[in-house]
């Protein structure tokens, strides 16, 4: 099938060159030239795991890219939209990119095309969608408009793509839902896995994925609802664990008990400094809202969001806690995405906490494996960037984890303490062993766990020294 992408952001550039792997014709629509001529040179605008291979695997082939909007859509059957909606000043979502492109694309239709909402968008955007290109003259047996939310992880988005869970898709016609089938036929009927070149499947990938038949207003809601239920048991486990370290308890134990019961599973039960990103944040805002214009206050969000914010500050209380005072502090950060294995510090936890201790008079030196080039337009001149874990801790008072990298997981510790002025560890992300991080000489602060002491530093004091 011929499909137009309108939007080479995150989604639109991961589903563009996941459609065009399935086999169908893509062409990728955006109005940045500067964009588009550097996809054509085979840049990728983002750190994401097998997209390069997907682009230079189908550009010029079954995935072009093009700034003529009309050309597009009266060549394509199926018009997926994913342009941005940030948030508004009021937590709503910005739809002005999504009604532009609707009334953009109305001159070109001239047969039945499917327009499909793929950005994430409140209820009733479908409905909307569905007005302006009536209102601007296109027939009604020439169109529908469906909704298909991604499910999408960063820094794992291709594999979700292929891999999915389930896949939804919001429609009000067979005809419209018969359209919908036949693009995703490759994954529901297993064509794809047996492909030479398939992305490889993730450990415990269903296979064929489930696909989902709703309404518009169910497909719309479904993605709101699967994101703040996310971001709730993020918050609800990290409440949890600020009882752990009032009462002396292990967080990763709870979690194991908890995360054991089919029920509630283990997933997203991970302690740490919060959740951040370009989902959570803006889609809990934006279903806060929606449930307000209906007249329904979702205090549970409030909630959930509180407690996310207030991760950030428990947590600059323990750096208080480990240095005394912090004005000349200098502290080595490692991590500056909002989650290992993307880019993306957009709501980062570690961004806003690099901030706040910026403001308390900290010298800080960061390292991250992706991340620093975008980094470097939002944090001072001030802020340094090391070229490794150990280049960041040389002489440091004490060492931030902040973002859970596999490459942080596996550092040379006795290595790691020779660079550190005082063997601090602060472990946003509870990646260690406390046991573990005291026998090789760490006084190790985590989340929802008893800091432990350095052998060596007990060892020091009951002889009359301190340990370097």
Known sequence: ???????????????GACFADLGHQVVLVDIDQAKLAALQRGEVPIHEHFLSELLTRHRDSRLQFSSNLQKAVKECAAVFIAVGTPPTDRG?????????????ICGAIGDYKVIVEKSTVPVYTSDWIRKIVARNGTRAEHFDVASNPEFLREGSAVSDFMYPDRIVVGVETERCAAVMQEIYAPLTEGHYYKT??????????QIPPRLIVTSTKSAELIKHASNAFLAMKISFINAVASICESVGADVQQVCQGVGTDRRIGPRFLSPGIGYGGSCFPKDLMAFRSVARECGYEFGLLDEVMRINEQQRGRFLRKVREALWTLR?????VLGLAFKGGTDDIRESPAILLIQELLHEGCHVTAYDPAAMDRAKEVLPATVEFASSAYDAARDADALLILTEWEEFAS????????????????????????????AQGFTYYSVGRPTVIAEA???GRSEGKTPR
Do not use: F
């Open 92 to 104: 709503e979502a910005d739809l002005s990119y999504v009604e532009s492109v609707a009334r953009a």
């Open 1 to 15: 099938m011929r499909i137009a992408v309108i939007g080479s952001g995150y989604v639109g550039l991961v589903t």
């Open 411 to 438: 550092l040379d510790l006795p290595r790691l303490r020779q660079q550190l002025k005082d063997a601090i560890v602060l472990d946003g992300r509870n990646l260690y062993d406390p046991a573990v991080m005291a």
């Open 196 to 205: 030479a070149g398939a992305i490889p499947a993730p450990d415990g990938a």
């Open 457 to 459: 530093y007990v060892a």
């Open 328 to 332: 000349d502090k200098r502290l080595a």
